[in-house]
């Protein structure tokens, strides 16, 4: 079942990680940003602005799951795009979502 058609500007769909809602985020590598869908009508209710284009993936985490980690690269970028992207390869944390994640379900090896 399709769940959502990217827009443009959104790029290419990366990691992903649902919240405590059921809601989908994705992280947009080369569209500098994170999407939340919501699953069930398609559409996008969401979006966070990241400062560096190469966003790889999501994860909700702190005590209580309301803070959001989002990595992104920097391969694939020639040193002057290297030079206007100075956050290229960092990992941020996201506050104030107004949502939390949920713990991730471990598996006996």
Known sequence: KLVYH????????????ID????????????????????ETGKRIQTVRMPTPRITSCC???KDYSEMYVTSA???????TLAKEPHAGE???????????????????
């Open 60 to 62: 909700f985490g702190g």
């Open 91 to 109: 990992i941020f944390k996201i506050t104030g979502l107004g949502v939390k994640g949920i713990p991730q379900n471990f598996y006996a090896a």
């Open 20 to 39: 405590a809602e059921g809601k989908l985020w994705v992280a947009c590598i080369d569209g500098g940003r994170i999407i939340r869908i919501d699953p």
């Open 74 to 80: 920097y391969d694939g970028l020639d040193e002057s």
């Open 6 to 17: 990217l827009e443009k500007e959104e790029k290419m769909p990366d990691g992903m990680c």
